[in-house]
């Protein structure tokens, strides 16, 4: 089995159409057949169902698209990785983040890496823990930068906390708890907190922080988006509890206000995670540096 055929059935996965695959790859429709078919042959399982004129994965195919993935983004990160040994104006750095990390703390990191390194291509991929733990897995990314509060396989992966990010509750400006130097959680009681949907790891580590303490939030909205959040606690739809780091801007514009939580300090931490035997490329090894510098 070679890398060309890894490719094609990759591509074929992707677009399910023999002939949008062909194109792709710039080749016949029936090379990309016979090559599908080798690869079939030589695992023993079929890999598509044809049923009709469309095309879907098999189990089979579902679960050996990961590793066909792996063996791709693995043999380009090795390539890329020996460039770099001899010439750092080449290559790119791959990075998956969580919503608040590569939204509001490492856009001032990477401009000080993009300065220092005009020629490397940088491309962060922002999404949720679950999608970011596979495209770790199959080598898609160097590193993760993410919540500790994520749950990962600790067998497999490494992490490593760099920073200790403060949960803060924001209120509107003309809101009741406003002109408070701190609130209890029994202020709260009456409120409609608005908070990411119940799979999010902040929203798992507040709900058991309220726990310990005794608190059920009575009304609860759901936004999944942080900027959501915001904008909903601006247009006094409710309060929040989020990151202390992503909401400066607002604070300092006079559009939230944060209060103290008597007796409660809300922490995470956030790490960056990796393969336990990851070999990073030189891109990657001049970036990490720059995670254990004082944020502000």
């Known amino acids: 089995m070679n890398v060309n055929k890894?490719?094609?059935f990759i591509t074929l996965s992707e677009c399910l159409n023999f002939t949008e695959a062909a194109e792709l790859l710039y080749?016949?429709?029936?090379?990309?057949s016979m090559q599908i078919q080798s690869i079939e042959e030589e695992l023993g399982v079929p890999l598509f169902d044809r049923i009709g004129k469309k095309l879907y994965l098999t189990k089979q195919g579902e679960q050996f698209k990961p590793y066909a993935e792996q063996i791709i983004n693995l043999l380009h990160s090795a390539?890329?990785?020996?460039r770099q040994l001899e010439d750092l104006s080449f290559g790119t750095l791959s990075i998956g983040a969580s919503n608040f990390v590569g939204v509001y703390l490492l856009p001032s990191m990477l401009r000080t890496y993009s300065t220092a390194f005009p020629n490397i291509k940088i491309n962060m991929n922002i999404t949720s823990s679950n999608h970011l733990l596979h495209m770790l897995d199959t080598n898609k990314v160097d590193f993760l930068v993410l919540s500790d509060r994520v749950r990962i396989d600790e067998a497999r992966y490494q992490r490593t906390t760099f920073y200790q990010d403060e949960l803060v509750l924001i209120v509107n400006p003309l809101h009741r708890l406003a002109q408070k130097k701190e609130c209890t959680l029994e202020d709260l009681v009456n409120e409609t907190l608005i908070l990411k949907p119940d799979k999010s790891a902040t929203r798992l580590y507040l709900e058991d922080q309220f726990k310990e303490h005794g608190f059920a939030p009575p009304n609860y909205?759901?936004?999944s988006n942080l900027e959501g959040i915001k904008q909903g606690v601006i247009h006094n739809l409710g309060v929040s509890i989020v990151s202390s780091f992503a909401i400066q801007q607002e604070i300092n514009?006079?559009?939230l206000v944060k209060v103290p939580?008597?007796?409660?300090?809300?922490?995470?931490g956030i790490s960056y995670v990796h393969h336990r035997n990851k070999h990073f490329s030189p891109a990657a090894k001049q970036f990490l540096p720059l995670l254990k510098q004082p944020h502000s």
């Open 261 to 268: 939580v008597q007796g409660i300090q809300f922490l995470r």
């Open 79 to 82: 390539k890329d990785h020996m």
């Open 27 to 32: 080749c016949s429709q029936p090379s990309v």
């Open 253 to 255: 514009y006079g559009l």
């Open 6 to 8: 890894l490719q094609t």
């Open 221 to 223: 909205l759901e936004i």
